[in-house]
Every structure is written in C-alpha cells, then in structure tokens.
C-alpha cells in the first residue's frame, strides 16, 4: 500500500492550493483519512481528518479556512487550503486507516507547502 500526496508549494499569504493523496495497492476499503502537518520545530499535528461516511474533524487553527474531502472510488482525501497563512508553513502528510486483512494505518511521503510573500 502506498500514499502518494501532491499539490504543495509556495504561495503567497491569503492564496491557495489543494493538496491530494491517492491511496493504491491491495485495499479492502478506508476508514479515516486525514491531513497532519510538521512546521519547522513543532510538532505533527493533525490538520483535518473524514470519514469513510463524510464526518470531518478540523484543528482550531484552521477552521474556516480548510476543506477536507474525500473521494472514495479513488481512494483520494483532498485538502482546500484557502486564506493561508505564514503560520500554514510545513510539511503536509497524508494518513489513512485502511483495512487489508487486518487495519493498520498507512503514511505518505510529504508535501512541502511553503506560505511567503
């Protein structure tokens, strides 16, 4: 299994990007997907996360601001990033609980996104 996330990059304060992580490899079916970030000498934090049903949890910090959503029959969790911040600043990691013969939860390999004018 394999989570391969895209979209990051360098944008002004007050911008935009959607980052997205598609899942691939030998999948029964997802619960949880979710969004986590890791700013430069901080810790990772959880960003937002849904559901295979649609509920979705987001960080204080980012309510308002950021989208969570999911496409199921791709396996894809997207995140609508809007009115970013300098603060936004850090590496993007998708997670995914996924069930395969047993659940185990699965990492991507990061997105840089970078909030700088």
């Known amino acids: 299994v394999q989570l391969q996330a895209s979209g990051g990059g360098l ?4 911008g935009s ?5 598609a899942a691939s490899g030998s999948i029964f079916s997802i619960n949880v997907m979710g969004w986590y970030r890791q700013g430069p000498g901080r810790q990772r934090e959880l960003v937002a996360d ?3 049903g649609g509920s979705t949890n987001y960080a204080d910090s980012v309510k308002g601001r950021f989208t969570i959503s999911r496409d199921n029959a791709k ?3 997207y995140l609508q990033m809007n009115s970013l911040k300098p603060e936004d600043t850090a590496v993007y990691y998708c997670n995914a609980e996924i069930v395969r013969r047993g659940i185990s939860w699965y990492w991507g390999q990061g997105t840089q996104v970078t909030v700088s004018s």
């Open 11 to 14: 944008v002004q304060p007050g």
């Open 17 to 21: 990007l959607r980052l997205s992580c």
């Open 50 to 52: 849904i559901t295979r």
């Open 75 to 77: 396996n894809t969790v």
